[in-house]
């Protein structure tokens, strides 16, 4: 059974530092590409960023504009998002999801003072 | 920058009845592998968005038979063939061609 278990949400403040993780298990984690998608509260799912199964490549929606990195460590089976600069309109529950397939429960960010 | 829009974005409906909802794409869809990459997914209250359908009419699996999509090009639609309550949530409609764009989202209730 497929599970992607997020973590590393919290409250920070703006202009602040988070890195979120999302822990796999169930299946050959190497062998799919892996996602971030976010939603603020009461609103619709925005995608974030996606990465192919080596790590070579990536892709951002253009709000990122640098300030997220995603990356992953196929020894670990886990994904991450290195959030930079945080601003409030980043709040959100943070989701991954493989291949856009199987989702996690996600981990809530809050970016505030 | 591609943009997704779903109508209606709420609808109510008696078990029962059939829903319908229309998702639009301002590109096209279809990508140079003939495939078209248009993906529906529901988010129940207080759950992660599952998918119903991918590739504008598959049905992922353990979907029931009453959901269907169709659709080509820039225009696809999602239909319930008779909505039951475990149907409530958030329609979500997904194109995977140029990166990656969610519809607002249309609501069901049960009437």
């Known amino acids: 059974e497929v599970q992607l278990v997020e973590s590393g949400g919290g409250l920070v403040q703006p202009g602040g530092s988070l890195r979120l993780s999302c822990a796999a298990s169930?299946?050959?984690?190497?062998?799919?590409?892996m996602y971030w998608v976010r939603q603020a509260a009461g609103k619709g799912l925005v995608w974030v960023s996606r990465v192919n199964g080596d790590g070579s490549s990536t892709a951002y929606a253009d709000f990122v504009k640098g300030r997220l990195t995603i990356s992953r460590d196929n020894a670990k089976n886990t994904l991450y998002l290195q959030m930079n600069s945080l601003r409030a309109e980043d709040t959100a529950i943070y989701y991954c999801?493989?291949?856009?397939?199987?989702w996690g429960q996600g981990t809530l960010v809050t970016v505030s003072s | 920058d591609l943009v997704m829009t779903q109508t209606p974005l709420s609808l109510s409906v008696t078990p029962g009845q059939p829903a319908s909802i229309s998702c639009k794409s301002s590109q096209s869809l279809l990508r140079s592998d003939g495939e078209t990459y248009l993906y529906w997914y529901l988010q129940k209250p207080g759950q992660s968005p599952q998918l119903l359908i991918y590739e504008v009419s598959n049905r992922f699996s353990g979907v029931p038979d009453r959901f269907s999509g169709s659709g080509s090009g820039t225009d696809f639609t999602l239909k319930i063939d008779r909505v039951e309550a475990e149907d409530v949530g958030v329609y979500y409609c997904m194109q995977s061609v140029h990166l990656h764009t969610f519809g607002q989202g249309t609501r069901l209730e049960i009437k």
């Open positions: 999801a493989k291949d856009l397939i199987e």
């Open positions: 169930g299946f050959t984690f190497s062998s799919y590409w």
